[in-house]
């Protein structure tokens, strides 16, 4: 449709320790899609009420933004003493929002807790504290500012992920502790930190835009060339 503006669902974070509960979201990710081009956001979802046709309608394509922890008990594992800020609820609509989005087949790009929600919503699992499993000498949890990048990712040439980026190596910044341990459903790595953390997934169907990033784009924006024009995903 001429002149549409797309129309983008971006998730909220959850505090866990206030009431009443508050669902908020930094505005990073809001100024990075409007630059984008997007320039109408929704963002509907926090725990309630749960996702259903009241916020997925209309939407062109949905943003899972990054926060706190996944409830391990969501693949099968017990906490790790790090864990930190689990909201259950959060787990909750997240994974039910990407089951609905790809159904709808939505484009989607997952960032850092976002990819980790993708992959567990489709039956995978996560280290829980990459510190000490798998074990790294990487800082993936920077004290650098967020908008510094610290460390280099290598991403498979010829992926969704490199076309998109235009490179297949790229500086990134780090703020997690959890990351992808066995892949989820139809999903396959495409990126890697130098210690082989997963830090890009897409899936395997090319002809759907999938995207899950580790890193924050939305705090890099500042660093990078304005992106070619181009047609939209299919």
């Given at each position: 449709?001429?002149?549409?503006?797309?129309?983008?669902?971006?998730?909220?974070?959850?505090?866990?320790?206030?009431?009443?509960?508050?669902?908020?979201?930094?505005?990073?990710?809001?100024?990075?899609?409007?630059?984008?081009?997007?320039?109408?956001?929704?963002?509907?979802?926090?725990?309630?009420?749960?996702?259903?046709?009241?916020?997925?309608?209309?939407?062109?394509?949905?943003?899972?933004?990054?926060?706190?922890?996944?409830?391990?008990?969501?693949?099968?594992?017990?906490?790790?003493?790090?864990?930190?800020?689990?909201?259950?609820?959060?787990?909750?609509?997240?994974?039910?929002?990407?089951?609905?989005?790809?159904?709808?087949?939505?484009?989607?790009?997952?960032?850092?807790?976002?990819?980790?929600?993708?992959?567990?919503?489709?039956?995978?699992?996560?280290?829980?504290?990459?510190?000490?499993?798998?074990?790294?000498e990487i800082m993936h949890s920077q004290e650098a500012p967020r908008d510094q990048p610290t460390h280099k990712v290598v991403?498979?040439?010829?992926?969704?992920?490199?076309?998109?980026?235009?490179?297949?190596?790229?500086?990134?910044?780090?703020?997690?502790?959890?990351?992808?341990?066995?892949?989820?459903?139809?999903?396959?790595?495409?990126?890697?930190?130098?210690?082989?953390?997963?830090?890009?997934?897409?899936?395997?169907?090319?002809?759907?835009?999938?995207?899950?990033?580790?890193?924050?784009?939305?705090?890099?924006?500042?660093?990078?060339?304005?992106?070619?024009?181009?047609?939209?995903?299919?």
């Amino acid at each position: 449709m001429p002149g549409h503006l797309p129309l983008i669902g971006v998730s909220t974070s959850i505090t866990v320790d206030k009431h009443p509960e508050r669902a908020y979201v930094n505005s990073t990710y809001l100024h990075a899609i409007q630059q984008a081009g997007a320039c109408r956001c929704r963002c509907p979802l926090s725990s309630v009420p749960p996702p259903s046709i009241g916020w997925r309608a209309g939407l062109d394509g949905l943003l899972l933004t990054g926060g706190g922890d996944m409830d391990p008990a969501l693949f099968g594992e017990v906490p790790h003493a790090t864990l930190y800020d689990v909201a259950p609820s959060r787990d909750t609509v997240e994974s039910t929002a990407v089951r609905i989005a790809l159904d709808r087949r939505l484009p989607i790009l997952a960032i850092c807790r976002g990819l980790q929600v993708l992959n567990v919503a489709l039956g995978g699992s996560l280290y829980q504290d990459v510190g000490t499993e798998p074990g790294t000498e990487i800082m993936h949890s920077q004290e650098a500012p967020r908008d510094q990048p610290t460390h280099k990712v290598v991403v498979e040439p010829g992926s969704r992920l490199a076309e998109t980026l235009g490179t297949d190596e790229i500086e990134v910044n780090s703020m997690h502790h959890q990351a992808v341990k066995a892949l989820g459903a139809g999903l396959r790595a495409v990126a890697w930190a130098p210690d082989q953390i997963v830090e890009g997934l897409e899936l395997s169907d090319r002809s759907r835009f999938v995207l899950g990033v580790q890193w924050h784009p939305e705090e890099l924006v500042s660093h990078s060339s304005p992106p070619a024009a181009s047609s939209p995903p299919s």
